[in-house]
């Protein structure tokens, strides 16, 4: 959320190298405000690293958290070398995922748990 006087202001501060750009276009690239906030979510909020991958994740069952510290986080619950995670898309990005056990979710619009 910049204006064009302030995007050249980020690029002074030392710790930003430049933006991100859809290939082929010299504009930032552009997240939406619900995926990075679900993202700033998982970030302030979790107790486990949290992973960011890149390479294509098939669709997961949309889910909402309902216990521990990510509770009210609503991603995808997928199934990544064994383990049960939450997902999260994020447009250019990819996206980042957290263990989560199954017991800790239930599906969007359901009132039972996953299982």
């Known amino acids: 959320h910049v204006d064009p006087a302030e995007r050249a202001e980020v690029l002074t501060l030392s710790s930003v190298s430049r933006y991100m750009v859809l290939r082929g276009q010299s504009t930032p690239a552009v997240i939406p405000d619900e995926q990075m906030e679900r993202f700033r979510f998982m970030l302030d ?6 992973e960011v991958c890149s390479s294509p994740l098939a669709p997961g069952e949309q889910v909402r958290v309902i216990k521990g510290p990510l509770a009210g986080l609503e991603g995808e619950l997928v199934t ?3 383990k049960s995670k ?9 996206c980042a995922h957290v263990d989560m056990p199954v017991g800790f979710v239930e599906r969007v619009g359901k009132m039972e748990a996953v299982r």
């Open 86 to 94: 939450v997902a999260v898309r994020l447009d250019m990005l990819g």
């Open 45 to 50: 909020y979790s107790e486990e690293a949290i």
């Open 80 to 82: 990544i070398d064994g």
